[in-house]
């Protein structure tokens, strides 16, 4: 079955420049959501899209920026990197036939140096 | 908004030991899941268990929503077993976001 596809896998930017993050969420799902993690923390979620609309806003820097495009996939836009930008990041999708489940995407390490 | 609360924050077991994880959560919700995440930080859905029990393979969950909590039992804990287990609350009640608890640090020794 297909999963949740995040691109790329691993990023090094330095302070001050910008990075964008893409999701290929599972086929069908209505909702892409966007969660950092830093080490040794939970999951913090930071934006969320239904139907391709913004749904929900968390804990995300004015710095930081995402849409979902006509075709589903979604990216997160990254500027003015700061060190502590530093984290995994991760896409989900749901459905809200599915009982909403999420399923993650494996994540996208950046390294801001 | 809704706080989430695990316990015990981290848990060394020898393999084939038994374990129960909490997760406490502070409003009413109708929608909580349970994940672990990998050594290689993948985080996988074991559980949607709003109310209720289920069962798969080792793992079960219960969640007792009128009290707010729920438990992950693992038997026959596996060394691949080890890494982080979240409960995460919340989904379209809440807006539309998770929110994760702190996490259960779980190491499975052989």
């Known amino acids: 079955a297909a999963g949740v596809i995040q691109s790329p896998r691993h990023l090094i930017k330095e302070k001050r420049e910008t990075a964008t993050l893409k999701c290929y969420p599972i086929?069908?799902?209505?909702?892409v959501y966007w969660y950092q993690q830093g080490p040794g923390q939970d999951p913090q979620f930071l934006i969320s899209?239904?139907?391709?609309?913004?749904?929900d806003k968390g804990s995300i820097p004015d710095r930081f920026s995402a849409q979902q495009f006509s075709d589903y996939h979604s990216e997160l836009n990254m500027s003015s990197l700061e060190l502590g930008d530093s984290a995994l990041y991760f896409c989900?999708?749901?459905?809200?036939?599915?009982?909403?489940?999420?399923?993650f995407g494996s994540g996208t390490q950046l390294s801001v140096l | 908004g809704i706080q989430v609360e695990q316990s015990p924050p981290d848990l060394i077991l020898q393999e084939g030991a038994n374990s129960t994880l909490r997760c406490n959560f502070s409003?009413?919700?109708?929608?909580l899941q349970w994940f672990h995440q990998n050594p290689w930080g993948q985080l996988i859905n074991l559980f949607y268990?709003?109310?209720g029990t289920k069962q798969n393979g080792r793992l079960s969950a219960t969640t007792v929503a009128t009290e707010r909590y729920s438990l992950l039992y693992i038997s026959s804990s596996q060394t691949t077993d080890s890494g982080v287990y979240f409960c995460?609350?919340?989904?379209?009640?809440?807006?539309?976001?998770?929110?994760f608890g702190p996490g259960t640090r779980l190491s499975v020794l052989p």
């Open positions: 989900a999708s749901s459905s809200d036939r599915d009982n909403e489940k999420l399923f």
């Open positions: 086929p069908r799902h209505d909702t």
């Open positions: 899209f239904y139907e391709k609309m913004q749904s």
């Open positions: 409003d009413s919700v109708n929608n």
């Open positions: 268990i709003p109310s």
């Open positions: 995460a609350v919340g989904g379209s009640l809440y807006g539309q976001n998770f929110v």
